[in-house]
């Protein structure tokens, strides 16, 4: 069964510091996508940012970067310079292409400290 | 372009009653989603159609849970009799294609007492 696990239910960090959520999955597939999804209070989930995994070069949007060990099974997501406003639940998902569906971890919630 | 469409975005039952969420998906989304997420966990793959056929629907409670899709467009989620335990936030999401980001509903919280 494909799983993805987040161990942090929760981190903080101060306002312009930076930040690390952790991320593994599990699977057996060669086709497959990385996702890093954000839900804030409003519920409204909002991609972050988006990896595949055949592609060796980390994805990267703005502040936003992933640590992808494909090896290792692990997909960090990396917030640099942190806002009030990246206070949010945050969540690895995975995509696979025999299933063609998309399942998510357990979130972390993330503070920011000002 | 119009978001993820979902309604009624609270709703209150009581155990053993049925209850029914709509979504309308961005126009032209092929692949439809409904998530079940219960408080302090990630969510939970209930359905999934392409256009208007189900794609995964095995972790979908069957002798409670229904959805369907008409015609590829709108879809709903009926819950018949309602347990305790489906207390939760349900997302419906859409994407152009499954590889690709989902977009998501603000969600029906709906509360059995």
């Known amino acids: 069964a494909q799983t993805v696990t987040q161990s942090q239910p929760e981190m903080s960090v101060q306002e312009a510091e930076t930040v690390t959520l952790s991320c593994t999955y599990d699977t057996s597939e060669s086709d497959y996508y990385l996702f890093w999804y954000k839900q804030p209070p409003s519920r409204q989930m909002i991609l972050v940012i988006r990896?595949?995994?055949?592609?060796?070069q980390n994805a990267t949007e703005n502040r936003f970067s992933v640590n992808f060990q494909k090896a290792a099974k692990s997909f960090s997501l990396k917030i640099s310079d942190s806002q009030l406003g990246d206070a949010a639940m945050y969540f690895c998902a995975s995509g696979y292409s025999s299933a063609s569906k998309i399942i998510f971890g357990s979130g972390t919630r993330l503070s920011i400290r000002p | 372009e119009a978001g993820v469409a979902q309604s009624p975005r609270y709703k209150i039952i009581e155990k053993r009653q049925s209850v029914a969420f709509w979504c309308n998906p961005i126009?032209?989304?092929?692949?439809l989603y409904w998530y079940q997420q219960i408080l302090g966990q990630g969510p939970k793959l209930l359905i999934q159609f392409q256009n208007n056929g189900v794609v995964d629907d095995s972790q979908l409670p069957k002798d409670r849970f229904s959805a369907e899709r008409l015609k590829g467009v709108d879809s709903t989620l009926k819950i018949q009799p309602a347990k305790l335990e489906d207390s939760a936030v349900y997302l419906c999401?859409?994407?152009?294609?499954?590889?690709?980001?989902?977009?998501f509903g603000s969600g029906t919280q709906l509360s059995v007492l």
């Open positions: 126009s032209g989304h092929a692949t």
């Open positions: 990896q595949e995994a055949y592609k060796q």
């Open positions: 999401a859409s994407s152009l294609v499954w590889q690709g980001e989902l977009f």
